[in-house]
C-alpha cells in the first residue's frame, strides 16, 4: 500500500508562505481511497517516469507504481507529494507499518 | 554524471555573465538579497528523494518574499527524456529564458510570468548543485472555478504558452487567486521541437485549450474541472499579441536575446512559432510547437 499525502502551498499578498495538506490517499493494488481533503487536487492521469517500467506510466498501468512515483512528477514549488510505503496489517507484526518516512512538509512561513 | 552537453556550459554563462547588469527590480531583489536560508521543500517518493526544491525567504530594503531554488540535481534525468529534454543545464536554463523573453515583451506577460534567476551556492562542487532561482508567485495551484474575471490573463498565458512551446502547462502548474491574479511557473519542459512529447493529462495546455474554447476538463478519477465562468474567447491575435510577435520578427536572429539561451533546433523552433502565429493570425494549440 502506498499513502500519497498532496500538499499544496499559498503565497499570501504580504508573502506569507503556507503550506497545507490538499488531498491524503492510500492506493492499494488498482484501489485507490481518498482518506482526507480534497480529490480535486488529485491527479490520477498525471503520467509518471517508472524505473520499473522504463516509460512513463499512469494509474492504470499500475496503480501502486504509479503512486510511488508520483512525487518525480511534480517540482513547481506549488505542490509537494510524499509517496510512503506502508506495509499491510497481517504483514506488520510491530505495529509500526511505516517503513519509509517522509520529512514533515506541513509548515509556514511566517513574516517577522 | 556530466551535466553538461553539446553547447549548454555555454549557453548558461551568458546567463552567469549578464547577471550583473540585469536592472530588473525582482531580478535585483533575487541577486542582490542576502542568500537565504533555503529549506528542502521536497517531493518525496517512497525510494531515495526526487524532485527537490529549496524555499526561503528572501529579504531586501524591507522587501520580504518566498523564492524557490531548483538545483538541477534534484530533475529525474529519465523523466526528462521522455519529454525529450536531455540536458538538465537546458532545463534550469529554460526557467531563465522564459522569464527573459516575458521580461523583453513587457506586460502583461512580465507580470505574469515568474521572475528567474540562475544561482551557484559558493560552495557548489557539481552543477547539479546549481539551478535556478525563482521568485514565488502569489496565491495557490489552482485556478479558482468557474473562472470569472481570469478572460484576459488566460488569453495572455495560453499566448505565452504557445510562443515558448510549453509541454507542461496542466492545471497544478500555475499559481492564481482572487481578485484575479495569475503567475505561470515551472518553464523547465518548455522550448520544445516540432514533434516533442506533449504532457498527455487532460488538463495540459491548460490555458491554450481554455483559448480555443474548452471549459469543462475531466480528468480520470477527478471531479469535474468546470470553467463555464470564463467568457468566451477567441484564438485570434490581439493587437497586443501582434505587437510582440513583431518585435520578435524585427530580431530574427537574436530574438530578444532568448536565442544565445537556447540550442540551435529550439531557437529554430521558436522562429518558426513566432512565423506561424504571425502567418495565421491566431495562436497555436498546445502540442504544436
Excluded: C
Amino acid at each position: 500500500m502506498i499513502r500519497l499525502d498532496i500538499f499544496t502551498n499559498e503565497i499570501r499578498p504580504d508573502g506569507q508562505l503556507i503550506d497545507r495538506l490538499a488531498v491524503r490517499v492510500e492506493v492499494t493494488g488498482q484501489k485507490l481511497n481518498v482518506t482526507a481533503g480534497d480529490p480535486r487536487f488529485l491527479q490520477v492521469g498525471m503520467p509518471v517516469y517508472s524505473e520499473r517500467y522504463g516509460r512513463l506510466i499512469d494509474f492504470d498501468t499500475d496503480g501502486e507504481e504509479w503512486a510511488r512515483n508520483l512525487p518525480s512528477a511534480y517540482r513547481n514549488g506549488a505542490v509537494t507529494v510524499s509517496a510512503v510505503e506502508l506495509l499491510g496489517p497481517v504483514a506488520s507484526s510491530s505495529g509500526a507499518d511505516r517503513v519509509h518516512s517522509a520529512p514533515a512538509l506541513a509548515f509556514e512561513h511566517q513574516p517577522r | 554524471m556530466d551535466y553538461f552537453v553539446s553547447g549548454d556550459r555555454a549557453r548558461l554563462d551568458r546567463i552567469r555573465d549578464a547577471q550583473p547588469e540585469l536592472a530588473h527590480p525582482d531580478e535585483r531583489f533575487m541577486l542582490d538579497a542576502r542568500t537565504p536560508d533555503y529549506k528542502p521543500h521536497l517531493s518525496t517518493t517512497a525510494g531515495p528523494n526526487l524532485n527537490s526544491v529549496y524555499v526561503g525567504i528572501a529579504e531586501l530594503n524591507g522587501r520580504r518574499w518566498p523564492l524557490f531554488f531548483k538545483p538541477l540535481g534534484g530533475i529525474k534525468p529519465t523523466a526528462a527524456h521522455d519529454y525529450q529534454q536531455d540536458s538538465l543545464v537546458d532545463i534550469g536554463i529554460h526557467e531563465v529564458a522564459a522569464w527573459w523573453l516575458a521580461r523583453e515583451l513587457g506586460p502583461p506577460w512580465s507580470e505574469i510570468v515568474a521572475p528567474a534567476v540562475w544561482r551557484d551556492p559558493p560552495k557548489a562542487s557539481t552543477i547539479g548543485e546549481s539551478g535556478p532561482v525563482v521568485l514565488g508567485m502569489g496565491g495557490s495551484a489552482h485556478l479558482p472555478e468557474p473562472g470569472a474575471d481570469f478572460d484576459q490573463l488566460i488569453s495572455d498565458a495560453a499566448f505565452f504558452d504557445a510562443l515558448i512551446g510549453s509541454q507542461d502547462r496542466h492545471d497544478e502548474n500555475l499559481r492564481a487567486a482572487l481578485p484575479a491574479s495569475l503567475g505561470l511557473i515551472d518553464h523547465g519542459y518548455s522550448f520544445a521541437r516540432p514533434r516533442d512529447y506533449h504532457n498527455r493529462y487532460p488538463t495540459a495546455g491548460f490555458f491554450q485549450r481554455l483559448r480555443y474554447g474548452q471549459r469543462s476538463f475531466s480528468p480520470p478519477g477527478s471531479p469535474i474541472l468546470n470553467y463555464t465562468g470564463v467568457g468566451p474567447l477567441s484564438p485570434a491575435l490581439a493587437p497586443h499579441e501582434q505587437a510582440a510577435l513583431a518585435r520578435l520578427k524585427t530580431d530574427p536572429t537574436g530574438l530578444l536575446g532568448i536565442a544565445d539561451l537556447l540550442p540551435q533546433d529550439r531557437a529554430d523552433a521558436l522562429r518558426d512559432r513566432v512565423q506561424r502565429m504571425d502567418q495565421a493570425q491566431e495562436i497555436l494549440r498546445h502540442s504544436d510547437f
